[in-house]
């Protein structure tokens, strides 16, 4: 598998946020960072993400799409768009309940002009392990599926 990148494109607001590769909670400090800094701009009128690319999500990085989504709405009254034409990235995304959150799209997403490389962020261990325990709340709170799938993870990382 291909290491996970993020890129992003804007335009006038509008924000495409593109998962490449194998999206690994090491990228959490990158992704997080990237969505305040988004959703902080006064700007900020829509939000696509597109998972075509993706060859691998973890759990890490869907609870931070789903935090994502849940703060869109919030602050802004909308869903976001998902956009997922891998059939097994597909079936991980419904199987978290993002049909709720996101307007899905199993077709491939419009290739904005000119995406680039969101920089790394670097995380102390204690952030990225904050961060990790913060998506995966997320996730629990979902769905009692998503509580029970991620119970016995969530004792492990907040007894450390």
């Not at 899905?104 to 961060?131: F, M, W, Y």
Request: overall charge negative; hydrophobic content about 40%.
């Amino acid at each position: 598998m291909e290491e996970g990148r993020i890129l992003a494109a804007s335009q006038d607001g509008a924000y495409v946020i593109r998962m490449t590769g194998d999206v690994r909670l090491t990228l959490c400090t990158t992704i997080d960072d990237y969505f305040h800094r988004m959703l902080d701009r006064p700007d900020f009128a829509s939000v696509w993400v597109d998972l075509c690319d993706a060859e691998g999500i973890d759990s890490t990085t869907l609870g931070l799409l789903a935090k994502l989504a849940l703060e869109v709405r919030a602050r802004y009254g909308f869903s976001p768009a998902i956009y997922s034409c891998n059939p097994g990235i597909t079936r991980l995304i419904k199987s978290m309940g993002f049909q709720r959150l996101f307007e899905l799209h199993e077709n491939i997403c419009t290739d904005p002009a000119e995406v680039r490389s969101v920089p790394i962020v670097q995380g102390s261990e204690q952030a990225v392990k904050d961060k990790v325990i913060e998506a995966h709340r997320v996730l629990m709170s979902l769905s009692d599926e998503n509580r029970a799938r991620f119970r016995d993870l969530m004792v492990a990382l907040e007894r450390n």
